[in-house]
């Protein structure tokens, strides 16, 4: 049968802006999630993890938000710069399963 | 310490044939995981490795193994290869098993004529 590719979502925005990039995992066990940021040609990069015991996590010009009551994972950018475009995705991990989503590609206009 | 590395970054192979990659993980990790992605199916977890022992397995055919060495190093055999193999193939390195963090290497893609 036609094979139906991935449709990534699509995040633009105006550099020096902030970014939000949302996932929604899918199993209430899921115990811990990381961001990837994944650049043209290259693997994905850790960007910064929490722990299903937190809902908040802060690191450089990053933040991690989960909210488990809804099952939702975002992630912010501050001050959004042109080196930031790639695609993010989330990772989700329960009971020594780890899976990831298919992805946001964020642009940045300069 | 330096990251994950994989090689080759590139191979192209006709149809029935088979290849190798190679992965070595950052110095002192013991697991190493593999993936498939492709743009049209995302990242898809193939096998994860620990201490020289397959831990877990996706859901590939027969066709994609894979094996490690007592130094955490480990490589990944596809045999008979198909048009639909052609795929970026990433390798992660954990401390312990697969649900620590998880630091990927940059990737062979491998073209399949």
């Known amino acids: 049968g036609e094979s139906v590719g991935l449709h990534l979502p699509t995040l633009s925005v105006q550099e020096g802006d902030n970014s939000i990039i949302n996932c929604a995992y899918s199993?209430?066990?899921?115990?811990?999630f990381i961001w990837y940021k994944q650049e043209s040609g290259k693997g994905p990069q850790f960007i910064i993890d929490?722990?299903?015991?937190?809902d908040k996590r802060q690191g450089q010009r990053v933040t991690v938000l989960l909210n488990k009551t809804v099952k939702h994972l975002s992630l912010q950018i501050a001050a959004t710069q042109p080196g930031d475009s790639a695609v993010y995705f989330c990772a989700e991990n329960e009971r020594n399963d780890m899976r990831f989503g298919a992805g946001t590609r964020l642009t940045v206009k300069p | 310490k330096a990251g994950v590395t994989q090689t080759p970054r590139y191979l192209i192979k006709t149809r029935g044939q088979q290849v190798t990659l190679s992965c070595s993980p950052i110095?002192?990790?013991?697991?190493v995981s593999w993936y498939q992605q492709t743009p049209g199916q995302g990242l898809q977890f193939l096998f994860e490795y620990f201490s020289e022992t397959q831990r877990n397995k996706g859901n590939f055919p027969g066709r994609f193994s894979g094996r490690q060495f007592s130094n955490s190093r480990s490589e990944m055999n596809v045999s008979t290869l198909e048009l639909g193999d052609s795929a970026l193939y990433l390798c992660?390195?954990?401390?312990?098993?697969?649900?620590?963090?998880?630091?990927f290497g940059p990737g062979t893609r491998l073209t399949v004529l």
């Open positions: 929490i722990r299903s015991n937190m």
């Open positions: 110095s002192g990790h013991r697991s």
């Open positions: 199993n209430s066990a899921s115990d811990y």
């Open positions: 992660a390195s954990s401390s312990g098993t697969r649900s620590d963090t998880q630091y």
